[in-house]
């Protein structure tokens, strides 16, 4: 089980919001700053969200990240099918000294 | 265009030896911390590996410590991964990743297959 927790599954319908979350504690995301990465199948995993928040050029502002203390979410606005993917979170951890990854959220867009 | 390039990947007995490269281009390799990241069959990513820039800070996770080290040349733009005393779990697809500075990982090569079984 991993140290940095997120739900097995996501779903919803096109267009709506949904919102993933990334439970951790305080020698990585108390401290550290959360990192999320979309993983197709058969595909190399993209960086969506980095340093809590922002977003690298090209990908679209549908997606969001916070973080407030110990946990982290990655939210996705008007969900498109093309969304349907896992999706992980990651984080250095102080005092394991080991980026940690969460246990990713597979998301259904129904 | 920034480039990630693979390889060294195979079957290998357990308890074997596997060394994995990784091919980088496109970019200021030696000023960049690089990382190896795994995914086993049917599970998530798990973060193997990570060097500084200059290949004097590196760092394992639990999982690997002790068996595999991970080193870099920066003279050639290449990232390595020496695995030793493999096990049936290490069996996965081994992703390099560049690192920015904040800490996420903005360049993934396509991956190179590690299958340890006898």
């Known amino acids: 089980q991993s140290v940095v927790t997120q739900p097995p599954s996501a779903s919803g319908t096109p267009g709506q919001r949904v919102t993933i979350s990334c439970s951790g504690s305080?020698?990585?995301?108390?401290?550290?700053?959360v990192s999320w990465y979309q993983h197709l199948p058969g595909r190399t995993p993209k960086l969506l969200i980095s340093?809590?928040?922002q977003r690298p050029s090209g990908v679209p502002d549908r997606f969001s990240g916070s973080k407030s203390g110990t946990s982290a979410s990655l939210a996705i606005s008007g969900l498109q099918s093309e969304d349907e993917a896992d999706y992980y979170c990651?984080?250095?951890?102080?005092?394991?000294?080991?980026?940690?990854f969460g246990g990713g959220t597979k998301l259904t867009v129904l | 265009e920034v480039q990630l390039v693979e390889s060294g990947g195979g079957l290998v007995r357990p308890g074997g030896s596997l060394r994995l490269s990784c091919s980088a281009s496109?970019?200021?390799?030696?000023?960049?911390?690089m990382n190896w990241v795994r995914q086993a069959p049917g599970k998530g990513l798990e973060w193997v590996s990570s060097?500084?820039?200059?290949?004097?800070?590196?760092f394992h996770a639990e999982s690997v410590r002790g068996r595999f080290t991970i080193s870099r040349d920066n003279a050639r733009n290449s990232l390595f991964l020496q695995m030793d005393s493999l096990r049936a779990e290490d069996t996965a697809v081994y992703y390099c990743?560049?690192?920015?500075?904040?800490?996420?990982?903005?360049?993934w090569g396509q991956g190179t297959l590690v299958t340890v079984s006898s």
């Open positions: 496109g970019f200021s390799f030696s000023s960049y911390s």
């Open positions: 990743a560049k690192e920015i500075a904040d800490g996420g990982f903005d360049y």
């Open positions: 060097t500084n820039g200059g290949g004097t800070s590196l």
């Open positions: 990651a984080v250095w951890d102080d005092s394991l000294g080991s980026r940690l």
């Open positions: 340093n809590d928040s």
């Open positions: 305080s020698p990585n995301i108390g401290r550290n700053t």
